[in-house]
Structures are given as structure tokens and as C-alpha cells.
């Protein structure tokens, strides 16, 4: 019978007296402590490391070309035999390196330019996997790009059936010899890896997957690709389903652990509302708010995000919301991440809700003391029923009198922690809605937010006119402060965002303190310009966009400090330098700053003329949907560590699932995830005790992170 042990932070625990998965490389064949160590600068320490080490690509042979068709000018992938090797010197001081390399159809010349170092790497009798273009220099001959070592001398197999699988490989443990170890002990390790089998044959057999010691079998010997594929699926199931199962534990303690507020609609406040807009709600804003009142109106205490894409018309549905609340009897807050923006909600609500004679109390950290002292007394005695602040809403000073909801604006901005801050200081649990601006696609938020429930709206309200993008290179940059100059002399605003605050002697970028002394002094001598990035003083910044808000200011020189910013109608206009260096969902952030008015507004991108950088750049150009550009910056920057600091690659715990394609299976997971949570919260059952066991030992972290456990 499988038992678990919790071993915090570390990998798998299943086992059954003792995991054999657990025993140190060491001991496994043909290891031994020098190649242990050389091993352990990979992060392969256990065997378990050694079985989960991801092969880095698969080749099949029955694919490859033989080396006596290859042609002049194929650009090919070839698998052959060294015959013989040699350092070749050429007149002009370069040495090559070069083998010839042969199969059973015929020989050719292999050549490395300038890395003569590679002749005490390769030896006659090795088998070598090269990719690259055929040339014909001395006969026919390839220039690999890549090339991996597929064994080691005549005495090797490279692997078994048509499937050459590489590993991800280093210095001190090339390939020949990961695949030697690998080789040696697999079977061995397939039967260890029975002990994790956390799935019943019908629940397998439900969800099309293998057995968990059959996938493993397929990703390190495939007799074709589709088999790889399925013992990947399965893997990359366990990490959805386990990442899931901690949300869903999450999501429970959020909205069922604690009855939540039964919220009743009477449409005293929203029918007028209703009446009073001088616009029709989307169909998309109307199946949230459906959602939404489902969850205010039952027991269960609602979790939910609010994603939209920038204009969506995020606010009103969250204005809604926040007006079930008041006729219910009970106070809504709102809370921003600015107090600018805190700010420009208040306004913005006030407009709508005073006719209907419901006042909104604003709190941030800069009100006089006896502004404040009248906005806390009107909260605590529940005279306030709608409050927008920031941050300032979670200090201990702040008691609400009945919080019934409480709206979190960008999501991005405050961690789980502070936005649970102001939920859980309460007597009662408010429900909760966040608000995120920033598109993501579907899979990336059930990963990120699978604890909250999901609304989306994915469609922009009629007559919204789409800003126009456009690329240019540095050479035409004097057109492009032309035309900014234009839109000025015609009564619009402009901005233009650098990627750095100030020069770098690492980098060659413009950067905007620079930039904005050369533009106020020389370029835009003529126009009224304001300087606005992270490292200045709150008040200044606040200064700055308070000016460029009144129109005291034509043109404002920024860092990305202003992707979450407020609206300023009258902006018509957004530069971007170095657009290259920023990630496709950053820009488009940035351009929802203008097109917020009536007016025509353009965004350009001025970037370096790289084939790869204006390749990417051209989803910009070509779409202004934000779920379209964030998929495309998935698909282009990688998953990234979803939880952490990691900008690029895929996520530590996410090394088999792909976001972009297995969204069929998260689905499957979350689903499976939430039922078990339901079914037995705590994972008591004994059949779900190794479950239990393996949430622990791999998501400790994040159990802490969502206050679970």
C-alpha cells in the first residue's frame, strides 16, 4: 500500500517504506561521486532528477536524409559515424575542425571553423547527430549550426527504435554520457516509478492518459514522436492538476470555508443607473454582471477576476456590482493601485451616482487630517456605502462599518496578500471582484488566478475608434517628432516612453531623463514638456500627470511608469523608443494610454531594424486586440516563472505543460482539481492520502502564498 512523506520544499514523495526515486545518483550505474557532483551542478541530485531530466529535442531517423542524398544547398539534420577527424590549418591562420562522417548510403565532410578544441572532444567511432546547411567547398560538406554526441566509440548504441532523443547537457556531463547513465538504470527506475502512481487505471483510461511509468518510458525511448507526445501529456497533466488542486484549496477557503453575504437585489439604485447611461452595455459586460450577481446573491462568498482587455468597460460592470452591495445594506470599496487613478475612479463614479443621490468617499494618503478624520468617520458609521481609495483602505485606522464587496483594480499592482488584506480584516467576508487590464489568454489566467472564478470581457463598446500603430527605425525619428508637433499645434497631448530612466554604460539605449533635456531644449524648445519615471518623488509624479491631466502640459517624456495610468482624453498621441526592448503585452498597455477621447490617436514604435524584433513588432502593427497580442508575447517570450521574479522560459513547475496548447487538459485538471477539493478538502481519504502528501512536498510555497494549510 503507498504512504506519503512530507518533505517540504523537495520533489516527489511517494513511496513505500523508502522511495528508491530518493536514493542519490551516486549509486545509481556508472555514476560514482565525481560524476555525482558534475550532475549536481545540473540539479540532477536523486534519481527521480535523473528520470524528470526533459529531453531537449527528438529527431527521427526515418525522417533524416542519408548522407549520400544529401545535396548541395539542403539545409539538413544528419546522423552518421566519425570515420576520421583532423585539425585542418588554412592560409590565413583559421583552424577548422573536421570529421568525416559516414553512414551505410555514403560519407561527408563535417567542418567547425575555428574550433580546433573540438579534437580532444570527438573521437573516431563516435556517433554524431549534426544539423545545417550542405555546402560544396572541397566536395560536399556541412557547417553544423547545432550538433549533439549521440554515443561514445563503436560500443554505444545511440538509442533504440527510429527516435534520437537529446538531452539538455553540460561541459562536465556531455550527451554520450547522460545517455549512458540514463541507459544503464531506466528500467530499473521504471519500476521505482510505479510507487507515484497517484491516478487509477479507470481515471487514466477516462482522461486518455498513460500510466505514469509508461509516460516516462516514452519520453526517454519513443518508438515514434506520437509516443513521446503522450507520456508529455501525462506529465504535463500531473503539473496542472497539482498546481490546481492548491487553488482549488484556495478558492474553497475564499469563498466556502465562511458563509459569505447573501446580497438581495431590489434595483433601487441599478435600475436608475441602467436608465441613466448614455451608452448600452456590451454583450460581453452583460453575461459578467450575470455572473457576478449570480455569486453577490447565493451564500457562497464570491472570488472572482475581471479581465478585460484596455476600454472594455471594466469600471461600470464593477459600478454595478458595487451598487448591489449599497442595496443590500451593506458598504462597497474600490481600491486602487495610485492615488491619481483612486482619484479618477471617484470622479468618474460621482458623475454616475450623484443624480442618483449616492455619494462616493475617497481615501488615500495625502487627504488634510480633517478631510480624513470626516472620511473615516463616514466609513466607520456606514454613512459611506461606496469608498474608492489605495492602499490606505488596509490600515488599521480604516473599519468599515458593514463591507459587503470589495473591488480590487489592477490586479497586477497588489500581490494576493494585499488584495486578502482588506477581505480578510473584516468581521464579515466580502465578496471580492479584481480588475485586470492586463490581457492574458484564458489558460495563463486559470494558472495564475485558479483560485478566483473567471469573467471576461472580450469585446470593446461600439464606436470606439482602434488606435493606429505604425513601426519605424531610428532614421525616422525627425518624422515622427514632426508629426507629435503637428498633433500638439492642433490641441492634443503626446507622450513618449523610454526603457530606461537614465543612460547606461552596459547598454546603448536613449533614455528619457536624457532625452527629455534634449527634447525640452532643442526639438520641442517650443512646447510645454514634464519629465515622469519610477525613481521620482510620489508628489512629483503626481505633480507631473496632475499638469498633463489640466492640460498645463503638451507632451510628457516617461518610463513605463505610465502603463497604469489615468485617462487622458485629450492624448492623442504614444512614442515608444526602443520598442524592441519591451514585451508585446507591455506595449500594448502602453498604447491604451491614448485613444481614450474622440480624437483619431496613433501609437509608433521606433525600434532597431532586427528581422526577429520587427517580426514580433508587427503584431502590434497588425491587431489591437490585447488577448491576441498577450497570446502571441506567450508564444514569443515563453511561460516564465508565472509565480515568481523569471521574465523568459517556461516555469519551473510547469517543465511539461504548455499553455498555449493544453488548454484542453487544464480544463480537465481545474475540473478534476475543484471535484476532488469538494469531495474531500482536507485529502483525508486514504486513497487520497498520497495526494495530500505530494501537494505538500511540491507546493508548500504556494500553499503559504494563498493562506492555505
Same mark, same amino acid.
Given at each position: 500500500?503507498?504512504?506519503?512523506?512530507?518533505?517540504?520544499?523537495?520533489?516527489?514523495?511517494?513511496?513505500?517504506s523508502?522511495?528508491?526515486?530518493?536514493?542519490?545518483?551516486?549509486?545509481?550505474?556508472?555514476?560514482?561521486?565525481?560524476?555525482?557532483?558534475?550532475?549536481?551542478?545540473?540539479?540532477?541530485?536523486?534519481?527521480?532528477?535523473?528520470?524528470?531530466?526533459?529531453?531537449r529535442?527528438?529527431?527521427?531517423?526515418?525522417?533524416?536524409?542519408?548522407?549520400?542524398?544529401?545535396?548541395?544547398?539542403l539545409?539538413?539534420?544528419?546522423?552518421?559515424?566519425?570515420?576520421?577527424?583532423?585539425v585542418?590549418?588554412?592560409r590565413?591562420?583559421?583552424?577548422?575542425?573536421?570529421?568525416?562522417?559516414?553512414?551505410?548510403?555514403? /560519407?561527408?565532410?563535417?567542418?567547425?571553423?575555428?574550433?580546433?578544441?573540438?579534437?580532444?572532444?570527438?573521437?573516431?567511432?563516435?556517433?554524431?547527430?549534426?544539423?545545417?546547411?550542405v555546402?560544396?567547398?572541397?566536395?560536399?560538406?556541412?557547417?553544423?549550426?547545432?550538433?549533439?554526441?549521440?554515443?561514445?566509440?563503436?560500443?554505444?548504441?545511440?538509442?533504440?527504435?527510429?527516435?534520437?532523443?537529446?538531452?539538455?547537457?553540460?561541459?562536465?556531463?556531455?550527451?554520450?554520457?547522460?545517455?549512458?547513465?540514463?541507459?544503464?538504470?531506466?528500467?530499473? /527506475?521504471?519500476?521505482?516509478?510505479?510507487d507515484?502512481?497517484?491516478?487509477?487505471e479507470?481515471?487514466?483510461?477516462?482522461?486518455?492518459?498513460?500510466?505514469?511509468?509508461?509516460?516516462?518510458?516514452?519520453?526517454?525511448?519513443?518508438?515514434?514522436?506520437?509516443?513521446?507526445?503522450?507520456g508529455?501529456?501525462?506529465?504535463?497533466?500531473?503539473?496542472?492538476?497539482?498546481?490546481?488542486?492548491?487553488?482549488?484549496?484556495?478558492?474553497?477557503?475564499?469563498?466556502?470555508?465562511?458563509?459569505?453575504?447573501?446580497?438581495?437585489?431590489?434595483?433601487?439604485?441599478?435600475?436608475?443607473?441602467?436608465e441613466?447611461?448614455?451608452?448600452?452595455?456590451?454583450?460581453?459586460?452583460?453575461?459578467?454582471?450575470k455572473?457576478?450577481?449570480?455569486?453577490?446573491?447565493?451564500?457562497?462568498?464570491?472570488?472572482?477576476?475581471?479581465?478585460?482587455?484596455?476600454?472594455?468597460?471594466?469600471?461600470?460592470?464593477?459600478?454595478?456590482?458595487?451598487?448591489?452591495a449599497?442595496e443590500?445594506?451593506?458598504?462597497?470599496a474600490?481600491?486602487?493601485?495610485?492615488?491619481?487613478?483612486?482619484?479618477?475612479?471617484?470622479?468618474?463614479?460621482?458623475?454616475?451616482?450623484?443624480?442618483?443621490?449616492?455619494?462616493?468617499?475617497?481615501?488615500?494618503?495625502?487627504?488634510?487630517?480633517?478631510?480624513?478624520?470626516?472620511?473615516?468617520?463616514?466609513i466607520?458609521?456606514?454613512?459611506?456605502?461606496?469608498?474608492?481609495?489605495?492602499?490606505?483602505?488596509i490600515?488599521?485606522?480604516?473599519?468599515?462599518?458593514?463591507?459587503?464587496?470589495?473591488?480590487?483594480?489592477?490586479?497586477?499592482?497588489?500581490?494576493?496578500?494585499?488584495?486578502?488584506?482588506?477581505?480578510?480584516?473584516?468581521g464579515?467576508?466580502?465578496?471580492?471582484?479584481?480588475?485586470?487590464?492586463?490581457?492574458?489568454?484564458?489558460?495563463?489566467? /486559470?494558472?495564475?488566478?485558479?483560485?478566483?472564478?473567471?469573467?471576461?470581457?472580450?469585446?470593446?463598446?461600439p464606436?470606439?475608434?482602434?488606435?493606429?500603430?505604425t513601426?519605424?527605425?531610428?532614421?525616422?525619428?525627425?518624422?515622427?517628432?514632426?508629426?507629435?508637433?503637428?498633433?500638439?499645434?492642433?490641441?492634443?497631448?503626446?507622450?513618449?516612453?523610454?526603457?530606461?530612466?537614465?543612460?547606461?554604460?552596459?547598454?546603448?539605449?536613449?533614455?528619457?531623463?536624457?532625452?527629455?533635456?534634449r527634447?525640452?531644449?532643442?526639438?520641442?524648445?517650443?512646447?510645454?514638456?514634464?519629465?515622469?519615471?519610477?525613481?521620482?518623488?510620489?508628489?512629483e509624479?503626481?505633480r507631473?500627470?496632475?499638469?498633463?491631466?489640466?492640460?498645463?502640459?503638451?507632451?510628457?517624456?516617461?518610463?513605463t511608469?505610465?502603463?497604469?495610468?489615468?485617462d487622458?482624453?485629450?492624448?492623442?498621441?504614444?512614442?515608444?523608443?526602443?520598442?524592441?526592448?519591451?514585451?508585446?503585452?507591455?506595449?500594448h498597455?502602453?498604447?491604451?494610454?491614448?485613444?481614450?477621447?474622440?480624437?483619431?490617436?496613433?501609437?509608433?514604435l521606433?525600434?532597431?531594424a532586427?528581422?526577429?524584433?520587427?517580426?514580433?513588432?508587427?503584431? /502590434?502593427?497588425?491587431?489591437?486586440?490585447?488577448?491576441?497580442?498577450?497570446?502571441?508575447?506567450?508564444?514569443?517570450?515563453?511561460q516564465?516563472?508565472?509565480f515568481?521574479?523569471?521574465q523568459?522560459?517556461?516555469?519551473?513547475?510547469?517543465?511539461?505543460?504548455?499553455?498555449?496548447?493544453?488548454?484542453?487538459?487544464?480544463?480537465?485538471?481545474?475540473?478534476?482539481?475543484?471535484?476532488?477539493?469538494?469531495?474531500?478538502?482536507?485529502?483525508?481519504?486514504?486513497?487520497?492520502?498520497c495526494?495530500?502528501?505530494?501537494?505538500?512536498?511540491?507546493?508548500?510555497?504556494r500553499?503559504?502564498?494563498?493562506?492555505?494549510?
Open positions: 500500500e503507498l504512504r506519503c512523506t512530507v518533505v517540504r520544499g523537495g520533489s516527489l514523495r511517494i513511496v513505500t523508502y522511495s528508491q526515486l530518493d536514493r542519490p545518483v551516486q549509486f545509481l550505474k556508472g555514476v560514482g561521486p565525481k560524476r555525482a557532483d558534475a550532475l549536481a551542478r545540473m540539479g540532477i541530485g536523486t534519481a527521480r532528477d535523473l528520470l524528470y531530466h526533459i529531453p529535442r527528438y529527431d527521427d531517423a526515418s525522417t533524416l536524409t542519408p548522407i549520400g542524398s544529401l545535396a548541395v544547398g539545409d539538413t539534420t544528419a546522423v552518421g559515424r566519425v570515420r576520421s577527424k583532423g585542418v590549418p588554412t590565413r591562420g583559421l583552424r577548422i575542425f573536421q570529421v568525416v562522417l559516414e553512414d551505410d548510403t555514403g /560519407m561527408i565532410t563535417v567542418a567547425w571553423p575555428g574550433q580546433p578544441w573540438l579534437d580532444r572532444k570527438i573521437r573516431e567511432g563516435d556517433t554524431l547527430l549534426v544539423t545545417g546547411p555546402k560544396f567547398f572541397h566536395g560536399h560538406q556541412i557547417q553544423p549550426r547545432e550538433f549533439t554526441m549521440l554515443s561514445r566509440s563503436q560500443d554505444d548504441e545511440p538509442g533504440t527504435g527510429t527516435i534520437f532523443v537529446s538531452y539538455p547537457a553540460s561541459e562536465d556531463v556531455p550527451q554520450w554520457l547522460l545517455r549512458r547513465v540514463l541507459e544503464s538504470n531506466l528500467d530499473e /527506475m521504471l519500476s521505482w516509478a510505479d507515484d502512481e497517484y491516478l487509477s479507470s481515471q487514466r483510461s477516462a482522461r486518455g492518459l498513460p500510466r505514469l511509468s509508461t509516460a516516462l518510458a516514452a519520453l526517454h525511448r519513443p518508438s515514434q514522436l506520437s509516443e513521446a507526445e503522450s508529455r501529456r501525462r506529465l504535463a497533466f500531473d503539473e496542472l492538476f497539482f498546481l490546481q488542486l492548491v487553488q482549488a484549496q484556495a478558492r474553497r477557503l475564499a469563498t466556502q470555508v465562511e458563509p459569505g453575504i447573501e446580497h438581495a437585489r431590489t434595483n433601487a439604485l441599478i435600475k436608475p443607473l441602467h441613466a447611461l448614455e451608452f448600452t452595455l456590451t454583450a460581453a459586460q452583460t453575461k459578467a454582471l455572473e457576478i450577481f449570480e455569486d453577490m446573491t447565493s451564500e457562497r462568498r464570491m472570488n472572482r477576476l475581471l479581465q478585460g482587455d484596455v476600454g472594455s468597460g471594466k469600471t461600470v460592470v464593477a459600478v454595478f456590482a458595487m451598487l448591489l449599497a443590500s445594506g451593506y458598504q462597497a474600490l481600491m486602487a493601485p495610485t492615488e491619481i487613478l483612486a482619484e479618477q475612479h471617484a470622479r468618474r463614479l460621482s458623475e454616475w451616482l450623484h443624480p442618483l443621490g449616492v455619494g462616493v468617499v475617497l481615501l488615500t494618503g495625502s487627504l488634510s487630517a480633517p478631510s480624513r478624520r470626516a472620511a473615516l468617520a463616514s466607520e458609521s456606514g454613512e459611506a456605502l461606496l469608498v474608492v481609495g489605495t492602499h490606505a483602505l490600515q488599521d485606522a480604516v473599519s468599515f462599518d458593514r463591507l459587503g464587496l470589495v473591488v480590487v483594480d489592477e490586479q497586477h499592482r497588489f500581490g494576493v496578500r494585499q488584495r486578502m488584506a482588506l477581505v480578510e480584516r473584516e464579515v467576508r466580502p465578496d471580492v471582484v479584481v480588475m485586470s487590464a492586463t490581457p492574458i489568454p484564458r489558460s495563463l489566467a /486559470m494558472t495564475l488566478y485558479g483560485d478566483l472564478d473567471l469573467s471576461v470581457l472580450d469585446e470593446l463598446p464606436g470606439r475608434k482602434p488606435v493606429s500603430t513601426l519605424r527605425a531610428p532614421s525616422g525619428r525627425d518624422e515622427v517628432y514632426a508629426f507629435v508637433d503637428a498633433q500638439i499645434g492642433e490641441g492634443r497631448q503626446a507622450y513618449i516612453v523610454y526603457p530606461l530612466v537614465s543612460e547606461s554604460e552596459k547598454v546603448d539605449l536613449l533614455a528619457a531623463s536624457e532625452e527629455f533635456e527634447l525640452r531644449d532643442d526639438v520641442f524648445s517650443h512646447r510645454r514638456l514634464g519629465l515622469l519615471h519610477g525613481q521620482l518623488p510620489p508628489a509624479k503626481d507631473v500627470m496632475r499638469a498633463f491631466l489640466a492640460g498645463d502640459l503638451d507632451l510628457v517624456v516617461a518610463t511608469v505610465i502603463e497604469v495610468g489615468i487622458v482624453e485629450n492624448a492623442s498621441v504614444m512614442v515608444i523608443e526602443h520598442a524592441e526592448r519591451f514585451g508585446l503585452s507591455q506595449l498597455q502602453l498604447r491604451g494610454r491614448v485613444g481614450r477621447g474622440a480624437a483619431e490617436s496613433h501609437c509608433m521606433i525600434a532597431e532586427g528581422e526577429d524584433a520587427w517580426d514580433r513588432l508587427k503584431v /502590434m502593427r497588425d491587431t489591437t486586440d490585447g488577448f491576441e497580442v498577450a497570446r502571441a508575447d506567450l508564444r514569443i517570450r515563453g516564465g516563472d508565472l515568481g521574479s523569471q523568459h522560459g517556461r516555469d519551473p513547475l510547469l517543465r511539461f505543460a504548455d499553455l498555449l496548447t493544453d488548454e484542453d487538459l487544464l480544463i480537465e485538471a481545474q475540473g478534476a482539481a475543484r471535484a476532488l477539493v469538494a469531495a474531500d478538502p482536507e485529502f483525508q481519504k486514504p486513497e487520497n492520502e495526494i495530500r502528501g505530494l501537494v505538500e512536498a511540491r507546493y508548500h510555497d500553499l503559504e502564498m494563498f493562506g492555505v494549510g
